[in-house]
Structures are given as structure tokens and as C-alpha cells.
Nanobody, 122 residues
Framework: QVQLAESGGGLVQAGGSLRLSCAYS????????VGWFRQAPGKEREFVAV????????SYANSVKGRFTISRDNAKNTVYLQMDSLKPEATAVYSC???????????????WGPGTQLTVSS
């Protein structure tokens, strides 16, 4: 059974940095794409970034491009989201999803972690 678990969320000041981790289990998962999504209160879940199974391909939402970096270490069964120059509008619950398709669409992902809260203070 494939499972994911996010960690690393917390409270950070605007302009600061934080790294989220998404640990996954299940052998098949090393061949899956992993995407990061976020959901702020009262808003729909939105795409943040995605990495292919090898890490060789990555894609970002325009709102985070140049400030966030997604990477993965399949030897450690972990995907990371490095977030720099954080803005208050980044405050949300961040979740990672895994699936066979490299996609910015949440519906394409079959497994999800419970999420981790990021709060950026102004």
C-alpha cells in the first residue's frame, strides 16, 4: 500500500525559507510522479510543483516559479519542496500526491498525504 506523509511545515516570516518533505512508502512509488499542492482557507486546492519519477522533469505554478524548488531522493523515498522568499499568500496546507502521470492536476493523483500547515507572517 502506498502511503505519503508530509513534514516540515510551520510558522515563518515573510521573506524567509522553509523546506517541506514528503516521505513515501511502497516500492512502486519510486516510479511515480509526485506533486505538491496547497489549499488556503476558503480556497480551492491549487497546484504548486511536480517532479517526474526520476526528478529529471519538474514544473511549477507561475506564482512560485523562481522561488520554490522541488526535488526528490528515491534512495530516501522522499520528495522535497524548498520554498524561498516566502510571501504571506503562501499560507496554506501543503499536501503531496503521487500517481503514474506527470501532471499539474490533482485528479491525476491517486495517493495523498494528510498535509502540513505553512503559515507566513507579514
Amino acid at each position: 500500500q502506498v502511503q505519503l506523509a508530509e513534514s516540515g511545515g510551520g510558522l515563518v516570516q515573510a521573506g524567509g525559507s522553509l523546506r517541506l518533505s514528503c516521505a513515501y512508502s511502497g516500492r512502486i512509488f519510486s516510479s511515480y510522479a509526485v506533486g505538491w499542492f496547497r489549499q488556503a482557507p476558503g480556497k480551492e486546492r491549487e497546484f504548486v510543483a511536480v517532479t517526474s519519477w526520476s526528478g529529471g522533469s519538474t514544473s511549477y505554478a507561475n506564482s512560485v516559479k523562481g522561488r520554490f524548488t522541488i526535488s526528490r531522493d528515491n534512495a530516501k523515498n522522499t520528495v522535497y519542496l524548498q520554498m524561498d522568499s516566502l510571501k504571506p499568500e503562501a499560507t496554506a496546507v501543503y499536501s503531496c500526491g503521487g500517481g503514474p502521470n506527470y501532471s499539474p492536476y490533482a485528479a491525476q493523483y491517486s495517493s495523498w498525504g494528510p498535509g502540513t500547515q505553512l503559515t507566513v507572517s507579514s
